[in-house]
Structure formats: structure tokens, C-alpha cells
């Protein structure tokens, strides 16, 4: 009996094997021609005779209502051309990130295909952590002044949090969620599962397009954090249900629970063992126990309201 039990969980786990690589194989080949246009170098080696022509090549990017000088201004600026230069010194080579965001773009395709990426265009934004990466459906754009290192001295003034973000490894993993906030809409109610389900759906969805990236850089912990998550997520979990937190609106919740921080807000000893957005990788179990029990795609699922996701996860915490 137990030979023959043996023997049906392995075909299934054979038959789930050759599925995913069916899946992969597909992904893999979908034809995304992948072109790295380098703004930061075109702007810095314009003159008055060719800006005119760069204007006109990126007029996201140079807005005819602002006067050339005050362009020629920047590039003379000695704090832009450091910033230029550390930038051409740490990203002289982009072919591993090319490789990296064509395997991005072809799961975007995969999951969305009538999505068009391949064009990025790299600048520097003057260590703009709010638009780090941008997708559209025409061109991507990337800062690259902010993904110099997190030891890089232009970052000194961060907080010691944050500062893994600025690693180049986070790169599609940042263009990944741009990609996803914009394929999830942000729910109506302010309750705290509703924040925790939104946020998974965006983790799930970071899931599928970098199967190859570890959740501990998805989710911006190191290794630790995330083995502290798993280890606790049960206790995690009956202190949200015991604390009536679940159906709760208290914006409070959000700073406490979802937003990035140096740890999570429990007001317990163990708060600081505890990495920050403690939510968010719960937010992340719910929707793969959801999407494990029922057979949905994902763009279905991304419609789903919080509850009908809640309901039909069948989520139960690790032990």
C-alpha cells in the first residue's frame, strides 16, 4: 500500500515537473528583442549643435518649456558629474542586466501578451528613490544613480534600512512591481486585510515574472528576515485574528504592518527581531494558498476582492 501511495505521489510530482518545464521552455522562447538606449550618456555628451536633436529624441525627458541652459547648467555641475561619473564607472557593461530584463519581459508577455517591452532607456534621476524604475507599455526607464551599491557613499544619509534597495540586483525586481501596481487596483476599503491581499497580489504576481530571483530579494529582506517570517508567520497570524486587526480600519495598522520599516510594530519585545511589512508576506501566503486552491489565472485573480480571497484561500499558517 504504502509502495503503491509512493509511486502516485511521484507521478504527480513527475507530471507537475514537465508541466513547469513545458512552461518554461514556452516563456523562454517568446521573441523579445530587448534595446538599452543610454540617455545618461547621450545628455552628458551633447553640445549646442546636437541638443536640438536630443530634444527631440526624448522629449519625456527634456521638456521643451524648460531653456537649455539650464541643462548645460546640470552637466557643469560638479555634483552631476560625479554622479555621472560613479554611474559610468559601476554600469559600464549592461549586457547581464539586458539578459536579466529579457527573461522579465518575456514572462510580462507570457502572462500579458498583448504588453509590448523590450525599449528601456537608463538616465540619472538624481537619486530620486521614488521613481527608480518606471514601466510602460512603450519603454521602461531605470535611474541608474539609484542602484550604485548600498555601501556607496552617495547614500549615506538613508537609513540603514533602506539601504539594500539601492543594490543593482534590485533592478527587475523594481520593474516588476511598477509592472504589477499597474495591473492590480487599489482596493476601495481601508480595512487591514484588504491592504495585506493587495500587497500579496502584487508579491504573487513579482512571483510568476522572476521565478528565478529568491522571495527574500522580492520582498526586500535578507535571508534571516525571511527565515524569521517563516519561522513565526503562525504567530503572526493568530496575533492579527486575536487582535481583531483583520476587518479593522485603522490606518495605524498600515504604518505598523505594511509599510517599509525597519522592523514591524507588535509593541512586544520581539518587535525588533522582526523584519518591517510583516503584512505584506502574509498578504503573500493568503494569495498563494488562493491561488493553490483554486483554479484561476492570474488576471482573474487580481480582480478578486480581499474577502473572496480570504474565503477561498483555505490559508492556514505553517507550523
Known sequence: MKKTFYLFVCSLLMIACKK?????????????DVKI?????????????NFAALKQKYPYLLSPNIPDSVWFNKKKNPLFKELYQ???????????????LKLLFQHIKYYYPNENPGKVITLLSE??????TIY??????????????KDHKFYVDFD?????????SRIPVDLAENFAVQKIVVPQDRTFLSQMVYWGKIMYMKELLLPKTS???KIGYTEDQLKWAETNETQVWKFFVESKYLFDNDVKLIARFIQRAPFSKFYLELDHESPGSIGVYIGWQIVRSYMKNNNVTLQEMVLKDAKTIFDQSKYKPKK
Open 20 to 32: 513547469e518545464s513545458a512552461i518554461d521552455s514556452e516563456i523562454t522562447n517568446i521573441p523579445v
Open 37 to 49: 538606449e543610454r540617455f545618461d550618456q547621450e545628455f552628458m555628451n551633447s553640445t549646442p549643435e
Open 86 to 100: 560613479e554611474t559610468q564607472t559601476k554600469f559600464s557593461d549592461l549586457s547581464p542586466l539586458k539578459e536579466e
Open 127 to 132: 537619486v530620486d528613490i521614488e521613481s527608480r
Open 136 to 149: 510602460t507599455d512603450s519603454l521602461s526607464l531605470i535611474s541608474l544613480d539609484t542602484y550604485l551599491g
Open 160 to 168: 540603514s534600512y533602506i539601504l539594500p534597495d539601492f543594490e543593482p
Open 215 to 217: 522571495d527574500a530579494l
